[in-house]
């Protein structure tokens, strides 16, 4: 959001290989995180627990979170294709007014996101009772970014 009102959103529009190395990254972090979850192990199911599993600090999931968007070049240009219509052609300050509006947005999103982690959190919960359960859905959800991650790689520019 502060990347669109700086105007670095049209910069990743405008040039292609800035686009390419941030599609590239991005989908190197993908398949980072898939082949992680790939190798993972149940951290209640198994008869030794891990000596390092335990919750993660609220600044790594922020900073993960932060990847992510970073790295993942729709978000900048959904934000410079979605924020700009709502601005005035004429207007003195734009660089303000697509600031405010993705405030706002991100105000609203944050709002949505907590009931949504708040869901998964006690879903979570009835998971890791299951072992089992959460080593399928690791392998599944791991070989699935890997997927996306490896599409992405080699997805052309049409």
Do not use: H
Request: charged share 10%.
């Amino acid at each position: 959001m502060i990347a669109c009102a700086l105007g670095l959103s049209a910069l990743l529009a405008a040039s292609s290989a800035a686009f390419a190395i941030v599609k590239w990254v991005g989908a190197a972090y993908l398949c980072y995180i898939g082949i992680t979850m790939l190798l993972s192990r149940p951290s209640a199911a198994s008869a030794e627990p891990a000596k390092d599993a335990g919750p993660l600090s609220l600044a790594k999931v922020y900073w993960q979170g932060v990847l992510t968007n970073v790295l993942n070049p729709k978000v900048a240009l959904f934000f410079l294709a979605f924020l700009p219509q709502f601005v005035i052609v004429d207007a003195p300050d734009k660089g303000l007014a697509l600031l405010l509006l993705g405030l706002i947005f991100v105000f609203n999103a944050t709002l949505v996101c907590l009931c949504v982690a708040a869901f998964a959190a006690r879903t979570a919960r009835g998971v890791r009772q299951s072992g089992r359960a959460e080593l399928w859905i690791n392998r599944g959800l791991g070989g699935l970014f890997v997927y996306l991650g490896t599409r992405i790689a080699l997805l052309q520019a049409r």
